[in-house]
C-alpha cells in the first residue's frame, strides 16, 4: 500500500497571522495537504511561556484557527485543532522531559535568546518549550517537519530524544526530519530588511497582516525602507529590494531572476507599488473568508472539536505504546 508521509506543524497564536508566516510556512502547508497525511495545530500551550493577558489570548488563538482556514487549510484534507485541546500533549511531553537533559535543553539558542530578553520571566517552560515541541511531533510519528531555519535546532533535539528514547526502550518513535523550504524561507521586516518578519513586531509597518485591508498593505509597501541605488536586484548589499523582490517572486510564484527582468528599469516607487497590489490581491480573499469564518463561532468550535478528536486517536496509539515501554502500570 501507498501510504502518505505525514507533516506536521504549527505556530503559536501571537500578534496576527503575517505575509512572512503565509509565504514560508502555511501556503506551503496548503499545497501539500493534498499529499500529505496532514496534522496543522495552533500552540497556544507553547505561546503560554510568555505572559499573555487571557481575554486577549483566546481572542488571538480563534482568531488564527479562523485564518488557518481563511488560508485554505482543509478540515477534510488535514486534522487541524487546538494543541491545548489534546492533552496527550503534555502528557507524552512529562515523559520525554525524563528522558532530556537539562544540559541540552538550556543550550537552546532560542531559550538563551528569550531567557535574555525576558529576563523576569524565565520560566521553567520556557527551557521545555523545545520538549513539548517533540510531543506533539513524535506523537504523530510524523515524517516530516515543515518549519523555518530558526527550529532547525528545536527539530535536532526532537530527533536526539527520539533515538534516545528507541535506544532505551526499543523503537517507539519515528525520527522525524526538518522540512525547510528554500523559496521564500525567509521573508524580512518591511521597516528592517535585515530582521525576520514578526508577527509580534511592535511597529505594525514591519510586517503585513493576511488579514490587513488593500489600502492599509499598499501603505506598508510605499513605506517599506528599501536600499541606496535604483537598481531592482538580489544583491547582499540591498537587503530591503532584495526582500521585497522575494515576496513579489513568492506570491507572483515566478523566480526572483524574472522579477529583476520585469522591473529592469523602473523606480523603487514604482515597483513598491507593485508588490503591495500583487499582495492585496493575493489577501483579498482570504480577508473575505476570515470575516465569514470568524462570524461563525459555532462552525470553528465543531472543526476544532473534531480535529481534536482525531489529533487525540492518533497520539493516544502512541502514548499507549510508551507508557508500556517505560513501565508504567496498565489494567
Ligand atoms: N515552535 C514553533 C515555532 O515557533 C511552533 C511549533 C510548536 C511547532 N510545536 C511545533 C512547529 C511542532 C512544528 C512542529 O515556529
Known sequence: MDEKK?????????????????????NNWRKMQSDFDSIFFIADLHALTLRREPAEFRQTALSFFAQYLAMGLDPEKAIIYFQSQVHQHTELQWILNCNTYVGEASRMTQFKDKSAKHADNINMGLMDYPVLMAADILMFQ???????????????????????????????????????????????????????????????????????????IIRKFKRAVTDSGNEIVVREDKPGVSNLINIYAAICDKAPSEVEKEFAGQGYGTFKIAVGEAVAAAFEPIRR????????????????????????????KTLRKVKKRVGLISF
Open 6 to 26: 505525514r507533516i506536521v506543524s504549527g505556530i503559536q497564536p501571537t500578534g496576527t497571522i503575517t505575509l512572512g508566516n503565509y509565504i514560508g510556512a502555511v
Open 142 to 216: 510524523s515524517d516530516l517537519v515543515p518549519v523555518g531555519v530558526d527550529q532547525k535546532q528545536h527539530l535536532e533535539l526532537t530527533r536526539d530524544i527520539a533515538i534516545r528514547f528507541n535506544n532505551r526502550y526499543g523503537e517507539t518513535f519515528k525520527v522525524p526530519e526538518a522540512y525547510i523550504p528554500t523559496v521564500g524561507a525567509k521573508i524580512c521586516s518591511l521597516q528592517d530588511p535585515t530582521a525576520k518578519m514578526s508577527k509580534s513586531d511592535p511597529d505594525p509597518n514591519a510586517y503585513v497582516a493576511v488579514i490587513d485591508d488593500e489600502a492599509t
Open 289 to 316: 473568508e476570515y470575516a465569514r469564518y470568524i462570524a461563525d463561532k459555532e462552525y470553528l468550535a465543531s472543526v476544532a472539536k473534531e480535529g481534536a478528536q482525531k489529533a487525540a486517536y492518533l497520539a493516544e
